[in-house]
């Protein structure tokens, strides 16, 4: 079975605060893609990262850092520095290679930043 | 800019309406995907089309179909609403495998009273 958890539904933190936000997979094949994406209040699902299952460098945009973990299932995200306009929906997906139509997506958790 | 366009941002129809919701994409993409967004259950697939008039079921096909004549479009359509379906719909395509990420549209809001 294929799967992914995201434990955390809701987070608040104070603007400025470091957050992270957890993603746990499940799946039998070796070959997959990890996704996160970004769904602000306008509603449009926004595409922040795609990671592939050989490749666990940890990657740093900007504020945005993701840590691939193949030993644990854990692709996690983290906000350093969060500003209110990181106020949104984050969702972690997972697609299995070769399979165009199978994008198995978390719950989401809806992240508030405080001013 | 690429773009994925839902034609309506909010719909509010009445039990029992037939209802089209329309996707287009300007991106020439092959994969096109209908997804049902409900709080605590997050996307839920409906239907994906591969390919002109190809469609497959997704994990919610019940009460719903598509239709996919143009490569661009990829319409979703409630036979009969019901209260069950008020939901967020988001469209969304991407390029066959080729593993890029899926760009969505911006969603719409259904309402049935």
């Known amino acids: 079975a294929q799967k992914v958890t995201q434990a955390q539904t809701e987070i608040s933190v104070v603007e400025k605060e470091d957050v992270t936000l957890d993603c746990v997979y499940e799946t039998r094949d070796t070959t997959y893609y990890l996704f996160w994406y970004k769904q602000p209040p306008s509603g449009e699902l926004v595409f922040l990262i795609r990671?592939?299952?050989?490749?666990?460098q940890n990657e740093i945009s900007g504020r945005y850092s993701w840590n691939f973990q193949k030993s644990t299932s854990s692709f996690n995200f983290t906000i350093t520095a969060s500003q209110v306009v990181d106020s949104a929906v984050y969702f972690c997906a997972l697609s299995p290679w070769g399979r165009d139509d199978k994008i198995i997506f978390g719950k989401g958790t809806r992240l508030h930043i405080l001013p | 800019d690429v773009k994925v366009t839902q034609s309506s941002r909010y719909l509010v129809k009445r039990t029992g309406e037939k209802v089209f919701l329309e996707c287009v994409q300007d991106?020439?993409?092959?994969?096109m995907f209908w997804y049902r967004q409900d709080p605590g259950l997050g996307l839920r697939l409906i239907y994906f089309s591969y390919d002109v008039k190809m469609k497959e079921k997704g994990d919610i096909p019940e009460g719903y179909s598509v239709s996919r004549e143009k490569k661009e479009r990829f319409s979703l359509i409630l036979e009969s609403a019901s209260t069950n379906q008020t939901s967020m719909y988001l469209c969304?395509?991407?390029?066959?495998?080729?593993?890029?990420?899926?760009?969505f549209g911006q969603g719409t809001r259904l309402t049935v009273v």
């Open positions: 969304a395509s991407s390029p066959i495998n080729k593993k890029a990420e899926a760009f």
């Open positions: 990671r592939n299952s050989f490749d666990e």
């Open positions: 991106m020439d993409h092959e994969n």
